[in-house]
């Protein structure tokens, strides 16, 4: 049972570069959301979607892109990255979006912009 | 927007104690959840409440979903030192799915 896949587990990039973190789920989840985990600031949402062709904003989207061209993959762009944006990623994917559907998460991508 | 308020921020205490934090919110919210995250891994789910008053067990951890739908406990009895990490609520509302995260509790168990 692989759940929910995220790659990579480490990176670390300079200020401007870009990069993608991928995300897989492989329960045929509806929905799926990027969240960003910061020092005492527990995990924001920064964008989610609830099925394939759908995406919408979270709590902290500036700076990042999404898009989920199938219900498997939903990977999260940095086009232009910045030191404010180190931080550990974790995707989250669930069978659909209303209330009482459990939400499971990625073990994380630990990212580190200098 | 919906805010958690989850304390204590940390808690030290010994093996075989028993543990309690708490989140609180402005909003209602329709389902609390309660996660643990260990070092280097995602959040893992240990209690889903979904109705006010609820009160359910998983082993040594108790959940309270309280009756004003404002607010959640998580009791841990007995500590033993594999309940170190760091414990978050999350609200779900009415008007979306999506969570609001508290911002965790860091539990240290001391052998």
């Known amino acids: 049972n692989a759940g929910v896949t995220q790659t990579p587990k480490f990176q670390v990039l300079k200020t401007g570069q870009s990069m993608t973190l991928q995300c897989a789920q492989d329960?045929?989840?509806?929905?799926m959301s990027w969240y960003r985990q910061d020092p005492g600031m527990g995990l924001r949402l920064i964008h989610y979607?609830?099925?394939?062709?759908?995406?919408d904003q979270g709590e902290v989207p500036n700076g990042y892109n999404v898009s989920r061209s199938t219900t498997e993959d939903f990977p999260l762009r940095l086009l232009s990255a910045a030191p404010s944006q180190t931080s550990v990623y974790f995707c989250?994917?669930?069978?659909?979006?209303?209330?009482?559907?459990?939400?499971?998460f990625g073990e994380g991508s630990w990212l580190t912009v200098v | 927007g919906q805010q958690l308020n989850q304390s204590p921020q940390s808690m030290f205490i010994q093996e075989g104690e028993d543990v309690s934090m708490n989140c609180t919110s402005s909003s209602i919210f329709n389902t609390w959840l309660w996660y643990k995250q260990e070092p280097g891994e995602g959040p893992v789910l240990l209690i889903a409440l979904y109705k006010a008053g609820e009160l359910t067990s998983n082993g040594r951890l108790t959940a309270q979903f309280g009756i004003t739908r404002k607010d959640s406990f998580l009791n841990i009895s007995a500590s033993i030192p594999s309940d170190v990490g760091i414990y978050f609520c999350?609200?779900?509302?009415?008007?979306?799915?999506?969570?609001?995260f508290g911002k965790g509790t860091k539990l240290s168990v001391k052998p």
């Open positions: 979607s609830v099925g394939a062709g759908i995406t």
């Open positions: 999350a609200g779900q509302g009415r008007s979306q799915g999506n969570l609001i």
């Open positions: 329960m045929n989840h509806e929905y």
């Open positions: 989250a994917s669930s069978y659909s979006i209303g209330v009482g559907n459990t939400i499971y």
